[in-house]
């Protein structure tokens, strides 16, 4: 799939401030909340998003084509427990799914 937005802590929450995740459209037409990462990489996501809004990009990882895992498809077609597994754009460009 691929990201359409960020998944973040709200004010009072344990991740408050952090990218802790994202909205991801997938190739079914369907927007799942996938995240479940660990700290490091919510770290390294909130780092790099906060780099490049002081660089005046607000679309910091919009596009970029993912992976997701999940438990189970259920019969409606949505996705039991998704979470981000990893990136599959290519180097030159991040929203090429190789």
């Known amino acids: 799939g691929g990201v359409v937005g960020l998944s973040g802590g709200g004010p009072g929450l344990a991740n408050e401030g952090k990218v802790s995740g994202f909205e991801v459209l997938l ?5 799942v909340s996938a995240n479940n990462i660990s700290q490091a990489l919510m770290e390294e996501f909130t780092s790099a998003v906060l780099t490049q ?9 919009i596009g970029w084509a993912c992976q997701i895992k999940y438990m189970e498809e259920t019969p409606d077609g949505s996705l039991r427990h998704p979470s981000f ?4 754009g290519t180097e030159e460009d991040p929203t090429v799914k190789m």
């Open 27 to 31: 190739e079914s037409g369907r927007v």
């Open 53 to 61: 809004e002081l660089n005046g990009d607000t679309q910091a990882y």
């Open 85 to 88: 597994d990893k990136w599959r």
